[in-house]
């Protein structure tokens, strides 16, 4: 039985410790105000954000100085993401731009390999992990759930892994438990967060149940009706799933198991 406080359970990507098991993307919100509570009501440490959008956009016009003041009231950190790349080569590219436009080794690295599913691509994104990892990045890999990849991305220098649990922004949750939990079993030491797909707070709550470390998500706070409120609501999934885990969740039977025992002496109530 676990005796320590919540406070107390943290993760660390290299030598940061993080106590937030939510990262959240910033991308859809109906106005930077509404993006700097949901920030605040997450009480997420990772904030992710997309330089291509910011390029395309002709600059941050001041999105960045906003997040950063969301964030400086958390202690949160800034991920930029190379999403809309479709090459190894242009991924590195992009990635050694946001290192120097946002003063961070950190980036999450997406390498797109089919426009209708935003599946990874396999061999594009391995190559783009070695190269990073040799300049010197912490690479946050966007992949599948196949764990042949995600151990060929171990090996090119990333320090976790971040499978997918659902093809981007479709919101279907963890379409393959089984590939992911087979991925917690066999890579038992490594940081696993679910990144894509989830679309509600129970989707999130499960990945946690499942042994996961943390949950990656946009759409589902930014696309909702009240992204503040979701953003809350989220957070507190989290927090349920991780409690769960370690409590440890009771093991599913494929049959009935009475709770109630039948033989012995019966209870008497005077």
Same mark, same amino acid.
């Given at each position: &039985?676990?005796?320590? $406080? ?18 959240? #993307? ?8 509404? *993006? ?15 330089? $291509?959008?910011? @390029? ?14 969301? &964030?400086?009231? !958390? #202690? =949160? ?8 790349? /479709? ?5 590195? %590219? ?13 980036? $999450?690295?997406?390498?797109? #390999? ?9 061999? +594009? *994104?391995? +190559?783009?992990?070695? !190269? ?11 992949? /599948?759930?196949?764990?042949? /990849?995600? $151990? ?9 892994? &971040? ?8 919101? %279907? ?23 894509? #797909?989830?679309? =509600? ?7 946690? +149940? ?5 949950? @990656?998500?946009?759409? =589902?706070?930014? !696309? ?14 989290? +927090?349920?799933?991780?409690? =769960?885990?370690?409590?440890?969740? &009771? ?11 039948? /033989? ?7």
């Amino acid at each position: &039985m676990t005796t320590d $406080k919540p406070g107390d359970d943290h993760w660390h990507v290299g030598e940061v410790r993080l106590a937030s098991r939510f990262l959240l #993307g910033t991308a859809g919100y109906p106005s930077p105000q509404v *993006l700097g509570d949901a920030i605040a009501a997450s009480g997420t440490q990772i904030v992710t954000v997309g330089l $291509k959008r910011q @390029l395309a956009a002709g600059g941050d016009n001041g999105f960045i100085d906003i997040i950063r003041a969301a &964030m400086r009231r !958390q #202690g =949160a950190r800034l991920l930029p993401n190379t999403a809309g790349c /479709t090459t190894a080569r242009e991924a590195v %590219q992009l990635a050694h731009m946001a290192r120097e436009l946002y003063d961070t080794p950190w980036v $999450k690295l997406e390498v797109v #390999g089919d426009d209708y599913t935003l599946q990874p691509d396999p061999v +594009e *994104l391995v +190559e783009a992990a070695r !190269q990073l990892a040799r300049d010197g990045f912490t690479v946050f890999p966007y992949c /599948t759930d196949d764990l042949v /990849t995600c $151990k060929r991305l171990l090996d090119a220098g990333c320090p976790l892994l &971040m499978p997918w649990g659902a093809p981007i922004g479709s919101g %279907q949750g963890l379409i393959n438990p089984f590939a992911l939990r087979l991925l917690r079993e066999r890579l038992p030491g490594v940081v696993l967060i679910v990144d894509a #797909g989830i679309g =509600a707070p129970s989707h999130a709550a499960q990945a946690l +149940e499942l042994g996961f470390d943390a949950v @990656l998500l946009n759409s =589902a706070v930014s !696309q909702s009706s009240d992204p503040v409120r979701m953003a809350g609501a989220f957070r507190q999934a989290i +927090e349920a799933g991780r409690a =769960a885990y370690r409590a440890g969740v &009771m093991a599913r039977q494929d049959f009935a198991v009475a709770t109630t025992p039948v /033989t012995g002496n019966p209870l008497l109530i005077g």
